[in-house]
């Protein structure tokens, strides 16, 4: 499996490995290795060679109010309801409500998907088994059933 990397990063993970075990000053290593003397810096500082994550450290909504979300997130893990029938039970409280905006609520607390309830899914039936060279008659035409002489695309529809 490949390493990922983001679209303006200069270094791989194995260049980023060598400027951390290299003892060549800053500027003799981003010669070498065509880069910024402040990218090799950078990587000579850190424990790792993984980039650090990118977005808040703490997400949290832009539209809704922390008592807001916290009456959202509440109220689906009392009700378990899909999340258009959350939206329509919970705008009339919170008219500024939308789809988008309380789907990205139940993402961050890690509820945007209902527990499966068993019994909603029906059993699966296991095919009816037939010896070889014989398969039902269910799916011959009935013309086929009729002839004496079987026709090349009806062969095998008398066994």
């Keep these: 499996m490949g390493q990922v990397r983001h679209g303006s ?3 791989t993970h194995a260049v980023r490995v060598s ?3 290299s003892q060549a000053s800053l500027s003799q ?3 070498e290795l065509g880069i910024n003397p402040k990218t090799v810096a950078k990587w000579r500082k850190r ?3 993984e980039d650090l994550k990118t977005g808040p450290r703490e ?3 832009t539209v809704l109010t922390e008592a807001e979300e916290a009456m959202i997130v509440a109220f689906r893990r009392h ?3 899909p999340l258009d029938d959350c939206l329509y039970a919970l705008q009339p409280t919170i008219p500024h409500l939308t789809r988008s905006a309380l789907h990205r609520c139940f993402q961050r ?3 945007s998907r ?3 309830v068993e019994g909603d899914k029906q059993k699966r039936q296991k095919f009816k088994h037939y010896p070889i060279g014989f398969g039902g008659t269910s799916r011959v035409h009935p013309r086929c059933l009729l002839r004496l002489t079987p026709h090349r695309h009806c062969r095998g529809a008398d066994r």
């Design 109 to 111: 607390h890690g509820i």
């Design 114 to 116: 209902l527990p499966d």
């Design 47 to 49: 424990a790792t060679v």
């Design 9 to 11: 990063a200069t270094t």
């Design 19 to 21: 400027i951390q075990r």
């Design 79 to 81: 009700t378990l309801l």
């Design 59 to 61: 997400p949290r909504s």
């Design 29 to 31: 290593l981003s010669g």
